[in-house]
């Protein structure tokens, strides 16, 4: 079955510099949401979208924006990278606003250095 | 506001011997549970989840939850692991019904099984 699609899965930036992360959402799947994982941190929620409106957000920085397309992928923008925006960033998709269906992608590794 | 807490930061165990994750959770409205693990270097995979009904909840590779809601508690138990249970445990809460999507994750219990 077609999963979350997340790419690039390793980024590397330097400081100061933008980054932009992409997630494609399994098929038919209409609301994305946007997750970070610090190194040995839990997941922490940065946003969602739902037919491509901001549906919910969280603790994502001002630095950060995001979006979803026509086509219902999403990227998450990532400008003035600091070294603490390292981190593991998960996209998951779900069919309608549903918390308990919700299906990760393997992640975008971000290295800021 | 919800929150999740993991009372166990690591658990090592022997191979074959049975093991009790713990996790317990705040909120003020109802919630839906959730237990996922993290293998080294890869995504989050969901082990299984508590929305209503049986208390008790069977997932993926031999992994259970008990719901209690007097205790507030959603301990995930399997009762022989094996090697490749070795992983970061997740437990997560997300509110039943309201406009908030967002699921929150407790800090994570890193399983270390012992050959």
């Known amino acids: 079955a077609a999963g979350v699609i997340q790419s690039p899965r390793h980024l590397i930036k330097e400081k100061r510099e933008t980054a932009t992360l992409k997630c494609y959402p399994i098929p038919r799947h209409d609301t994305v949401y946007w997750y970070q994982q610090g190194p040995g941190q839990d997941p922490q929620f940065l946003i969602s979208f739902y037919e491509k409106m901001q549906s919910d957000k969280g603790s994502i920085p001002d630095r950060f924006s995001a979006q979803q397309f026509s086509d219902y992928h999403s990227e998450l923008n990532m400008s003035s990278l600091e070294l603490g925006d390292s981190a593991l960033y998960f996209c998951a998709s779900s069919l309608g606003r549903i918390s308990y269906e919700q299906y990760f992608g393997p992640g975008t590794r971000l290295t800021v250095t | ?115």
Not at chain 2, 29 to 51: I, R
Not at chain 2, 92 to 103: E, F, I, L, P, R
Request: hydrophobic share 35%; with cysteine; glycine share 6%.
């Open chain 2, 1 to 115: 506001a919800q929150s999740v807490t993991q009372l166990d930061s690591q658990v090592p165990v022997f191979e074959e011997a049975p093991v009790e994750l713990r996790c317990n959770y705040s909120s003020s409205v109802s919630v839906y549970l959730f237990w996922y693990v993290q293998y080294p270097n890869q995504g989050l995979q969901l082990l299984l989840k508590y929305l209503s009904g049986s208390t008790l909840v069977k997932g993926i590779n031999g992994f259970e939850a008990e719901f209690n809601k007097s205790q507030t508690s959603f301990h995930l138990r399997k009762p022989s692991v094996h090697i490749s249970d070795t992983a970061e445990y997740f437990c997560a809460v997300s509110d039943q019904g309201t406009s908030y999507d967002k699921v929150i994750f407790g800090p994570g219990t890193s399983l270390s099984v012992i050959p």
